[in-house]
């Protein structure tokens, strides 16, 4: 089940997330990669070439292809998406040809429905030719549309190497919930691997001086997760996944010809270990072909994250 998902359906009250954006944007692949099956569809409904809602418990996706204007006379447009709870707009981040069509649809979607959050996501980031934050903020104009109508957001996302998704969930989870962020969630830190794609080796990292049959278990089980998640994500420069082995959370992390997968807790927070795994990357990259000593990186520069 995928993490945004399981958030979804874990809370027992009805909710609708809103996906809009132009034909091509990303939305089918998002939708997908949610719900990971077609056997999590319990309702498809098209009763329109433009619209599409998929169901799973209280648990509903609302999806609409949008054209050169807002259909704002459309009653289905104001019963199922205004009345979602949260709003996606679509981008697809390598066509800067649609930027300017993108912009006038956000502007008009904004003063035409007044919603108080936005949340716009850049699709497609595995790709060389993707645009940059900084290029989307330009080119949308987001900055003074956030400053003068509504609160935007905006992310960047890949459907294929999963890079954004947890953000998304944190966003969804924020807004949805009202749950605000704490400074620093500490995560448990219970063991690490890592591997190097040129030389194959993989480094793998203890954090607990007692570790129990449960977890050395998991970790035999992660070297072949690990294995496969490389060969699965050879052709990309960078891509994250997250598993569950036992009572772990697993996030797995690609930049380049590296992975780092860390063993936290089951309640610890996924961002924040996404960004641990980021970091241990960047510092591990120039010694791929020379022993590490994983153990005191981790705990010098985390050491309120080994609790063990």
């Not at 433009?50 to 999806?63: C, G, H, R, V």
């Given at each position: ?5 399981n958030l979804m359906t874990k809370f027992d009250v009805k909710i609708s997330i809103a996906i809009v954006g132009l034909v091509n944007s990303g ?167 890592t591997l190097c794609e040129e030389s194959g080796e993989i480094n793998e990292a203890v954090l607990t001086d007692t570790p129990n049959l449960t ?75 020379k022993s590490i000593n994983l153990v005191k990186i981790i705990r010098d520069l985390y050491p309120l994250d080994v609790t063990y």
């Amino acid at each position: 089940m995928s993490a945004i998902k399981n958030l979804m359906t874990k809370f027992d009250v009805k909710i609708s997330i809103a996906i809009v954006g132009l034909v091509n944007s990303g939305k089918t692949e998002f939708v997908k990669r949610i719900l990971q099956s077609d056997e999590s569809i319990g309702a498809s409904v098209s009763n329109t070439t433009e619209f599409e809602l998929q169901t799973l418990d209280n648990f509903s996706l609302l999806t609409w292809d949008l054209g050169e204007h807002i259909p704002q006379k459309k009653a289905l447009w104001k019963r199922s998406i205004l009345g979602a709870n949260a709003l996606l707009f679509f981008i697809d981040s390598t066509n800067r040809d649609s930027f300017q069509q993108n912009k006038k649809l956000i502007k008009d979607l904004v003063e035409l429905n007044f919603p108080i959050r936005i949340l716009v996501l850049g699709s497609k980031s595995d790709l060389p030719n993707s645009a940059s934050v900084g290029e989307l903020m330009t080119g949308l104009d987001l900055m003074e549309l956030d400053k003068t109508k509504c609160d935007v957001d905006l992310y960047k996302f890949s459907s294929k190497t999963g890079e954004g998704l947890y953000a998304i969930e944190e966003w969804l989870n924020r807004i949805l919930f009202k749950r605000r962020e704490r400074v620093i969630n500490y995560n448990k830190i219970a063991a690490c691997i890592t591997l190097c794609e040129e030389s194959g080796e993989i480094n793998e990292a203890v954090l607990t001086d007692t570790p129990n049959l449960t977890l050395l278990a998991t970790l035999r089980e992660l070297r072949r997760k690990v294995t496969i998640f490389s060969r699965t994500m050879r052709v990309h420069g960078s891509g994250e996944e997250v598993i569950e082995i036992a009572n772990f959370k697993i996030p797995i992390v690609k930049e380049h010809r590296h992975i780092v997968a860390i063993v936290v807790g089951p309640h610890d927070s996924v961002p924040r270990a996404m960004e641990i795994s980021r970091n241990i990357l960047k510092i591990i990259a120039p010694y791929c072909d020379k022993s590490i000593n994983l153990v005191k990186i981790i705990r010098d520069l985390y050491p309120l994250d080994v609790t063990y």
